[in-house]
């Protein structure tokens, strides 16, 4: 296999009705996507049989979990174990682009 590159500001897209999905890379059990969302937009509390990452990479929102809700912003970096429940809500007015990890 040889190395792969992504342009993350290339390859991220914007729907009005939903967020945006993009898997860019994908290996047994391990995913790598980049998700993009418009103000207001969020993924649902959901739980993965695999450990989740998000870096972000451009705006933030709010990390939704079973415990009190964090604020994620540009650079940060969420882990949610396997098993554990876990969203975001773009709650800003900028939109939200992170890097969605599964391994």
């Avoid at 969420?78 to 992170?98: D, Q």
Wanted: aromatic content about 8%; hydrophobic content about 35%; proline content about 3%.
């Amino acid at each position: 296999m040889k190395s792969q590159f992504f342009n993350a500001n290339q390859l991220k897209e914007f729907d009005d009705e939903k967020r945006y999905k993009s898997l860019l890379w994908e290996k047994e059990n391990s995913t790598l996507n980049l998700i993009c969302l418009k103000p207001g937009q969020e993924i649902k509390p959901h739980v993965h049989n695999g450990n989740h990452i998000w870096v972000v990479i451009e705006g933030g929102g709010e990390y939704l979990s079973d415990e009190e809700g964090k604020q994620l912003t540009t650079g940060m970096i969420a882990i949610a174990p396997t098993g554990e429940k876990h969203g975001i809500k773009n709650n800003t007015e900028e939109n939200l682009v992170f890097v969605s990890i599964t391994v």
